[in-house]
């Protein structure tokens, strides 16, 4: 029976709280086995405020149990984003202490940096009696981003990206003790103007995996303001360049779009993620209509976890983006299904807690079409068009219209030149949640979703006879293999 109410079901395999409003991910750290998600939250509501950290934690990426909340916002002071980093407990080896730093925001209109610590874990924390620790007396002065890295002599040092966010800017600072902060440089304004610069890091990255060429990824997240905002609301970015220790050099003149979809802002990295690799998760809304989204009793959302790497594409250095962990094996132990299009759509049905993935030659099937239905005359569309090599994703209908008159949208992204190879499609429709991965993670689109709480009738068809090949998965089931009724109408 499909959902009439107008709310979307909870994801299944994505983080969302119990109950009430979370927004920018926080303070993600791996400690011991564990990944520790803190978040802005509300304690008290399903509307933005009060805000505090959040707090959850997985073995894997996948089941997360959520805890206490772990800062809280008091008179006078709410806690907003910042970062987390693991260090060595003096005198403890089987211990970390956990050093948090976060964004005072005083009801003053004054934001300025302050440090917590904990020692049991990350589920205790106290902070620091000489906070805040860095402030310069401004009033958009935020999102501290706290990152290892080596001097110019091969010392240790930590670093701390911070925003101006209304000038456009990253302020880097340095501190041999993670207590006494001097600023060494200022990055930016850069790009468009009309917007706010939030939630930065930096990662180090090797281009095509070769050690030889490491360069390092900035992320940002921008969001317009002003009298007349841009209706696409939020965004994430990125750009590529050097980084010293001190001064960060762009390579590029302007910035990349990192995700093209209208849900994907505030992503930053884990730290102390094994293996040293960036693993970023993102929150999963847009604040052009964040405060009505119809979901409760909670509302907000993290996106799948994904591995960052850089590529050559076309002549360029890309970021790639790729699930982690559990989407792959999922897909790995479904059976994938040869079918060949134009004769008649492939009609079937998912759960809506689903992975699909698809590969095809585009010479061969010629314009290829996804479709969703779902209540209320809702749709999902992803199209890609061979002539123009541009891939869409459009969501509109009765229930997309009533979220907010923006909500309804058409993204689209130009593919990668991929050469001989077929085109590969990764689709993770999670509830409200639709990620989309091309060409092995080189663009991505991630947009929210309303189809309702009923099972998602699905059509895949192309202009051409040639065939495609077909996996799909359903990680609530423990073996994640195809339903024997999606066998069936696959033939």
């Known amino acids: 029976m499909r959902d009439t109410n107008g709310h979307v079901p909870r994801p299944r395999f994505h983080f969302t709280p119990e109950r009430n409003?979370?927004?920018?991910?926080n303070g993600l750290v791996y400690d011991r086995g564990l990944w520790h998600l803190y978040f802005q939250y509300n304690p008290e509501g399903t509307d933005w405020g009060n805000m505090s950290w959040g707090h959850a934690t997985s073995p894997d990426l996948r089941h997360w149990t959520e805890h206490e909340v772990a800062l809280?916002?008091?008179?006078?002071?709410?806690?907003?984003?910042?970062?987390?980093?693991?260090?060595?407990?003096?005198?403890?080896?089987?211990?970390?202490?956990?050093?948090?730093?976060y964004t005072s925001a005083y009801d003053d209109d004054h934001q300025a940096q302050s440090l917590a610590t904990s020692r049991d874990g990350g589920y205790t924390w106290h902070s620091d009696p000489q906070n805040p620790v860095v402030d310069r007396g401004t009033s958009a002065f935020r999102d501290p981003k706290v990152i290892r890295v080596t001097d110019a002599d091969g010392a240790p040092l930590w670093v701390m990206l911070t925003v101006e966010a209304d000038d456009r800017q990253v302020l880097f600072f340095s501190s041999p003790d993670l207590r006494l902060w001097k600023h060494v440089s200022t990055f930016g304004p850069l790009g468009e103007t009309g917007v706010v610069w939030e939630c930065p890091d930096l990662v180090p990255l090797a281009v095509d995996g070769d050690p030889d060429d490491v360069r390092w990824v900035l992320l940002l997240s921008t969001n317009p303001v002003g009298d007349d905002p841009d209706p696409d609301g939020s965004s994430m970015h990125y750009v590529v360049g050097s980084f010293d220790g001190a001064v960060f050099r762009s390579d590029a003149a302007g910035l990349t779009r990192l995700d093209h979809g209208r849900d994907f802002y505030a992503g930053v990295t884990f730290d102390s993620a094994p293996g040293g690799e960036a693993v970023m998760l993102a929150w999963m809304s847009n604040w052009r209509y964040a405060a009505a989204f119809p979901s409760s009793p909670w509302r907000g959302a993290m996106s799948l976890p994904r591995r960052l790497s850089l590529r050559s594409v076309d002549g360029e250095v890309r970021l790639v983006q790729h699930p982690m962990g559990f989407v792959g094996e999922m897909l790995a132990g479904a059976v994938p299904s040869t079918v060949f299009g134009a004769t008649s759509p492939a009609e079937f049905t998912l759960s809506g807690h689903s992975l699909v993935e698809l590969a095809w030659d585009p010479a061969g099937t010629g314009t290829l079409r996804v479709q969703f239905r779902g209540y209320a005359d809702a749709l999902v569309e992803l199209r890609h068009d061979p002539s123009s090599n541009v891939l869409s994703v459009t969501?509109?209908?009765a229930a997309m219209e009533a979220v907010h008159p923006d909500f309804p949208a058409t993204s689209t992204v130009e593919l990668p030149d991929?050469?001989?190879?077929?085109?590969?499609?990764?689709?993770?429709l999670d509830g409200p949640l639709l990620e989309v991965f091309a060409c092995d993670g080189e663009a991505t689109i991630s947009n929210l979703v309303v189809l309702g709480a009923g099972p998602v009738a699905t059509t895949l068809a192309t202009e051409l006879h040639g065939p495609f090949s077909l996996t799909v998965a359903e990680p609530h089931d423990a073996e994640g293999r195809a339903s024997p009724a999606l066998s069936a109408a696959l033939g």
Not at 78 to 100: M, N, R
Not at 418 to 428: A, E
């Open 21 to 25: 409003w979370m927004n920018d991910p």
């Open 72 to 101: 809280r916002y008091r008179d006078g002071e709410q806690v907003f984003s910042g970062s987390v980093v693991a260090t060595p407990a003096d005198g403890e080896t089987d211990a970390s202490l956990l050093t948090a730093f």
């Open 395 to 397: 969501r509109r209908g």
């Open 418 to 428: 991929n050469g001989d190879r077929p085109l590969r499609l990764l689709m993770s």
